[in-house]
């Protein structure tokens, strides 16, 4: 038994979806949550930045004594989660878009895939891409929109004419992977766009089962009921 924090980390506010789904399914166990709002956003930069604020973030946690780290940001999961494991002696667990369920799911229509620049440049994505391509993925990387979720995360539906022009040059899609946990926020006005028609596909549920079995297989499962959440921002 273990009953230090799990920490979850992002370069700001995205992360909070992955953070919801890993305390919906570890429910006695207590959390620190840490925007890197100092380096938000992760998706413009250069390879070596972003290991340095991956690091960075690691160590502020672990500075919070715990027990296990989620790097709930697919940008820093594909340049720093191999780093890390080598790094650190406790479990990491990544995100990646969910292309594999929506590829499984969706049997006949286009499913595409909204993700930042640097997701997008990335061999391990670029690796997942050539294992479950179907001939149907639509790649479409996005500059800014991950920054403009933060900036608007009070209120989100100031972006619906963006997300809506954006979606407007693929209007014909079975499903759409949220391939950025900031994106995760924009469901609603996806789902608008569509009409309801479409599915849609994020990370943090299986970032959260993958948490549970880590927890589980190293022994570090809590004994204490008293729940805590804490957030943390550099």
């Known amino acids: 038994m273990n009953n230090a924090p799990i920490g979850v980390f992002d370069s700001g506010v995205g992360g909070i979806s992955t953070l919801h789904a890993c305390m919906d399914a570890l429910k006695n166990e207590s959390f620190v949550y840490l925007a890197d709002r100092s ?31 989620v790097v709930a940001c697919n940008t820093a999961t594909n340049v720093g989660i191999k780093m890390l494991r080598e790094k650190y002696r406790i479990p990491f667990v990544g995100v990646e878009p969910a292309v594999k369920p929506a590829v499984e799911a969706c049997k006949h229509g286009n499913i595409l895939v909204l993700l930042t620049v640097a997701t997008a440049a990335q061999s391990k994505f670029q690796e ?37 022009k954006i979606l407007s ?18 469901r609603p006005l996806i789902d608008e766009f569509y009409d309801g028609r479409i599915k849609i ?34």
């Open 169 to 186: 040059r693929y209007r014909r899609v079975e499903g759409v992977v949220l391939g950025c946990t900031h994106y995760v926020f924009l």
């Open 128 to 164: 997942l891409v050539s294992r479950w391509d179907n001939g149907r993925l639509i790649i479409a990387p996005q500059h800014d929109l991950a920054e403009q979720v933060e900036n608007r995360i009070d209120d989100i539906s100031a972006l619906r004419c963006e997300v809506h």
């Open 39 to 69: 380096g938000m956003p992760y998706g413009n930069k250069s390879h070596g930045e972003i290991a340095s604020r991956v690091d960075a973030c690691v160590e502020t946690l672990l500075a919070e004594k715990v027990k296990a780290i």
């Open 201 to 234: 596909f994020d990370s943090g549920v299986g970032a959260a089962k993958r948490l549970g079995f880590l927890i589980k297989e190293n022994a570090l499962e809590t004994d204490s009921y008293r729940r805590s959440l804490k957030f943390l921002v550099i």
